[in-house]
């Protein structure tokens, strides 16, 4: 499946859980306990919001031509660093380690480190840890849909565990 597709369903699901929020939420309830735990740093709700939209197309960086869109766009440094540290487990073949689901949680574990310094670095030094295992369990969920995704367009391909 192409970049454009992952994003799209990426979007789409944000969308709907707009709506969802503000349709079943009238009194803001979730967001002012959204507020309260991250003492009302709004920055991190949009950032795992980036993360999740991130995770949609974050899996593709294994590819071996860098042929995914993710080495067109700005983010294409981060990309190629944690590329770098993937070196050894990537295969030839795309589809490899990081799609899998110990690929994606230790991808998801490396990219919310370097967001969290570079969080704490130039916006906030009031950071707190429940910002960190939110902005991962958004990066995670948008990379494993990723390969839900893949599996629905081909379901020849396996899923892997390890």
């Known amino acids: 499946m192409k970049a454009r597709k992952?994003?799209?369903?990426g979007f789409f699901i944000v969308l709907v859980l707009f709506?969802?929020?503000n349709f079943y939420d009238k009194e803001a309830v979730l967001l002012s306990l959204f507020s309260n735990l991250f003492n009302g740093e709004t920055n991190i709700l949009w950032i795992g919001i980036s993360l999740f939209l991130l995770g949609a197309i974050f899996p593709d960086i294994d590819s071996?031509?860098?042929g995914s869109y993710i080495f067109h766009t700005f983010l294409k440094p981060l990309?190629?660093?944690v590329k770098s540290i993937f070196k050894p487990f990537i295969e030839i073949n795309h589809k490899g380690f990081l799609h899998?689901?110990?690929?994606?949680a230790l991808s998801s574990l490396?990219?919310?480190i370097l967001t969290t310094i570079i969080y704490f670095l130039l916006i906030s030094n009031n950071f707190s840890i429940l910002a960190f295992f939110f902005w991962f369990i958004l990066l995670f969920i948008g990379q494993f849909l990723h390969l839900v995704e893949d599996k629905i367009k081909d379901?020849?391909?396996e899923?892997?565990?390890n």
């Open 159 to 161: 899923l892997k565990i």
């Open 19 to 21: 709506v969802l929020l």
């Open 79 to 81: 990309a190629k660093f």
């Open 110 to 112: 490396i990219v919310v």
């Open 100 to 104: 899998t689901i110990s690929g994606i």
């Open 64 to 66: 071996n031509d860098d």
């Open 155 to 157: 379901p020849e391909w």
């Open 6 to 9: 992952h994003l799209a369903i």
